[in-house]
DNA sequence: CCCTAATCTTGACAACGCTAAGATAATAAT
DNA sequence: ATTATTATCTTAGCGTTGTCAAGATTAGGG
């Protein structure tokens, strides 16, 4: 007979912690995002969760997996658009997502993860791989002359995405800070990546 | 007569703070910059640090302005320099300055910073003058047709900008690991902003 | 039914940001 | 020169955090 109130073996508690970690990121940030405050939402003890986790970072890379995941999933629904409307909406698919979860991709291309080699080996994959889809998709982009390619497709790869990933980060830090201008710097982008 | 170990009135202990704590930040990265840590590096009780700033974002907020009008120094230094082999400079310059400060860096355009306006209202001066330099530059080598001029001198100063930027912040969150390819990608970065 | 391994709890430690109350020193006013 | 004012620094302490060690509880295989 199963005691109601007994915390032992919660279930599956790493999958339970990692979901209200996102939730509780997005919902009040980065800061208030503690084990501790973890552990009392998820009605389990302060130390808990460290029998899924080594560290805290641990559990910040598995937010981050979520992250690529769920980011990948948008991205490839774009899957039958082509040429410059591909790119179009890749950009504003990306911004998109970024923005409508500000903490996350914060985390997802982040110091706290990334410093001192200090992600997760699984993160490393997932992260690579994404990294690798925007490559391919960077060649598709050359072999149609849409995008630069008088460069290695690498390079184009490389300081596209920088050019991407920077946007975003100048909007989510809030140097952009008007976001009436998100559409037409999107724009912009565009033009002067296919120019 | 001064009593030689008397720690009252320090003489200007709010530079002495910022300096130690840009040297601290560098050597040791963000996570070891503490106000505690910093009161005993100056040889100080740990509760004066607050006698000249309000908060710890506060303090962090001055390192960052530090870092801008060093910025801005090696900068302006390109002046005499003209046309493609100025972006060119200036665009070493930049990432440069990046790389060597890191931490500083990070600081200077990130979150920690600037979420919630949390920036002082001094910095927000500081960088918003050094965002209008760019906007010139930008507005010049538009009108030598080194830089698209088809589009408001704002946009491309904003995704150019971006680009610079968020390669930076690739390079230093250790994401484009490859130091050797810094060149490289700023080379890349200049031909597709030019091109 | 017991044993092992997995899982969770309690209790504690050091470090952190920050505050309140009081001590000390420089400065200005008398 | 003495006093009052103000700026500056200290000591003591609160609440929070990440993390660990030791022990309690339970699930599942022999």
Redesign the pocket.
């Known amino acids: 007979m199963?005691?109601l109130k007994?915390?032992?073996?919660?279930?599956d508690?790493?999958a339970t912690l990692v979901e209200a970690a996102v939730r509780l990121l997005e919902t009040e940030g980065i800061d208030?995002?503690?084990?501790?405050?973890?552990?009392e939402l998820t009605?389990?003890?302060?130390?808990?969760?460290?029998?899924?986790?080594?560290?805290?970072?641990e559990?910040l890379c598995a937010i981050a997996e979520a992250g690529f995941v769920q980011q990948e999933a948008t991205l490839t629904a774009l899957e039958d658009l082509q040429g410059r409307e591909r790119i179009e909406q890749f950009v504003h698919t990306y911004v998109s997502f970024a923005t409508q979860h500000r903490e996350q991709y914060d985390l997802m291309y982040g110091r706290e993860i990334w410093k001192n080699s200090g992600a997760t080996t699984s993160l490393e994959v997932v992260a690579k791989q994404c990294f690798k889809r925007w490559l391919s998709e960077v060649t598709a982009l050359q072999a149609q002359s849409i995008l630069n390619n008088n460069l290695p497709a690498v390079r184009v790869a490389q300081v596209s995405w920088a050019a991407l990933h920077g946007l975003c980060r100048l909007i989510n830090d809030g140097i952009y800070a008007d976001d009436a201008d998100i559409e037409a710097m999107e724009a912009s982008l565009v033009a002067m990546l296919v120019s």
């Open positions: 199963k005691a007994s915390h032992y073996h919660h279930g508690l790493r208030a995002l503690s084990i501790r405050r973890l552990a009605g389990v003890s302060r130390a808990a969760p460290y029998h899924h986790f080594q560290d805290k970072r559990l």
